[in-house]
């Protein structure tokens, strides 16, 4: 798989979800705390080609897949252990 980017917070509850799956499953990830960054949702948003509400916003390669849900769902797609 490719290499999984999760834009979240370090307050974030999702974001740390979306972090152990990574880690459960072996998969090369990078995390960007957005608030130590200096990255807005408004910044997420023009990346994305559409409004971001919550993070973490997950990205498999240059795919955007979504919120921790949606993680999810791929990686059960893909045949990984969701937890």
């Known amino acids: 798989m490719e290499?999984?980017?999760i834009f979240g917070?370090?307050?974030?509850?999702?974001c740390t979800r979306a972090r152990q799956l990574c880690e459960?499953?072996?998969l090369h990830?990078?995390?960007?705390?957005?608030?130590?960054?200096?990255?807005?949702?408004?910044d997420l948003s023009q990346t994305?080609?559409?409004?971001?509400?919550?993070?973490?916003?997950?990205f498999v390669g240059q795919e955007h897949v979504?919120?921790?849900d949606h993680f999810s769902a791929y990686l059960a797609r893909a045949?990984?252990?969701?937890g």
Request: glycine residues 14%.
């Open 3 to 5: 290499q999984v980017t």
């Open 9 to 14: 917070r370090s307050s974030c509850g999702f």
């Open 24 to 26: 459960i499953n072996d």
């Open 29 to 42: 990830y990078r995390y960007v705390d957005i608030e130590a960054e200096g990255i807005s949702k408004s």
């Open 48 to 58: 994305i080609g559409k409004p971001v509400y919550t993070v973490p916003q997950i």
């Open 66 to 68: 979504g919120g921790f």
């Open 79 to 82: 045949g990984a252990s969701t």
